[in-house]
């Protein structure tokens, strides 16, 4: 996942409106949302190179969501970032003794940024510093800095997403995840890696050659804990590749 803006816990809004973009190599194969047949009542995207998934939710409220840390420097790792949201969502531990296996076991991984938890009680780890912070209620956002961070695109689906004022239909959150305005020169950040490929990254929806969106996703979670989950796919040269949404009953046991 490379951008995610959410609302938490906000008035009128549920206990959750999420909205991301997963922005990956279009020759890196992936299927899209779907339940997990070895985890019931589990909804998430698949990566089919590595393994793990990008954003994962099951019936008990449980949800986790990746993004890589962006520092400039080669990304080696002994792990997949993505074995780390189905380790959570499949899992049975809290997010505290979680957090304590995060911190032993990060280095393995190269680096990351960890939203997880359940959805009405959100945490959020910074693999570089080994930080766990619970989440407050508000609009937050996180793309490969660390969570609210105000890159370009940060700050423009923030204000989508405030400017909704509840949990948007399909169409809305699409258009905004579709944005493909570039952040201009003084707004661009300085991860290293040059100005020309820092500009090609900075709009929420990404169209490079080689490299872009591949799909956008809306997760909606009702005040008494209903999820809805959707998703559009994406492949080269911005085609749409498919539509998928899938409704979720809280406390849906495994």
Same mark, same amino acid.
């Not at 923030?158 to 809305?172: H, I, K, N, T, V």
């Given at each position: 996942?490379? &951008?995610? #803006?959410?609302?938490?816990?906000?008035?009128?809004? %549920?206990?959750?409106?999420?909205?991301?973009?997963?922005?990956?190599?279009?020759?890196?194969? #992936?299927?899209?949302?779907?339940?997990?047949?070895?985890?019931?009542?589990?909804?998430?995207?698949?990566?089919?190179?590595?393994?793990?998934?990008?954003?994962?939710?099951? %019936?008990?409220?449980?949800?986790?969501?990746?993004?890589?840390?962006?520092?400039?420097?080669?990304?080696?790792?002994?792990?997949?970032?993505?074995?780390?949201?189905?380790?959570?969502? %499949?899992?049975?531990?809290?997010?505290?003794?979680?957090?304590?296996?995060?911190?032993?076991?990060?280095?393995?991984?190269?680096?990351?940024?960890?939203?997880?938890?359940?959805?009405?009680?959100?945490?959020?780890?910074?693999?570089?510093?080994?930080?766990?912070?619970?989440?407050?209620?508000? &609009?937050?956002?996180?793309?490969?800095?660390?969570?609210?961070?105000?890159?370009?695109?940060?700050?423009?689906?923030?204000?989508?997403?405030?400017?909704?004022?509840?949990?948007?239909?399909?169409?809305?959150?699409?258009? #905004?995840?579709?944005?493909?305005?570039?952040?201009?020169?003084?707004?661009?950040?300085?991860?290293?890696?040059?100005?020309?490929?820092?500009?090609?990254?900075?709009? &929420?929806? &990404?169209?490079?050659?080689?490299? %872009?969106?591949?799909?956008?996703?809306?997760?909606?979670?009702?005040?008494?804990?209903?999820?809805?989950?959707?998703?559009?796919?994406?492949?080269?040269?911005?085609?749409?590749?498919?539509?998928?949404?899938?409704?979720?009953?809280?406390?849906?046991?495994?």
């Amino acid at each position: 996942m490379c &951008i995610i #803006a959410f609302a938490y816990k906000m008035p009128g809004m %549920g206990q959750l409106v999420l909205l991301a973009n997963r922005d990956e190599y279009y020759a890196r194969p #992936a299927e899209p949302l779907d339940w997990w047949p070895e985890y019931p009542h589990t909804l998430g995207g698949r990566d089919l190179q590595s393994g793990g998934s990008w954003l994962m939710v099951d %019936g008990r409220n449980r949800i986790a969501a990746v993004t890589n840390f962006r520092d400039g420097f080669p990304a080696k790792a002994e792990r997949s970032r993505g074995e780390l949201v189905q380790r959570f969502v %499949g899992g049975d531990d809290d997010p505290f003794a979680f957090a304590d296996w995060l911190r032993a076991e990060s280095h393995r991984y190269a680096p990351f940024n960890l939203l997880f938890g359940s959805t009405s009680d959100l945490f959020f780890f910074h693999s570089p510093g080994k930080q766990i912070a619970r989440v407050t209620p508000g &609009i937050h956002t996180l793309s490969n800095a660390t969570l609210d961070t105000p890159w370009f695109k940060s700050r423009r689906l923030a204000e989508y997403l405030g400017e909704f004022g509840r949990a948007p239909s399909e169409d809305q959150a699409y258009a #905004a995840l579709a944005d493909p305005m570039p952040a201009g020169p003084g707004e661009l950040p300085n991860t290293r890696i040059g100005l020309a490929l820092e500009k090609t990254l900075s709009p &929420i929806f &990404i169209q490079g050659r080689d490299y %872009g969106t591949r799909s956008s996703m809306l997760l909606t979670v009702s005040s008494r804990g209903d999820i809805g989950f959707s998703e559009r796919s994406w492949g080269l040269a911005a085609r749409e590749t498919g539509r998928r949404h899938y409704n979720l009953r809280a406390g849906t046991a495994r």
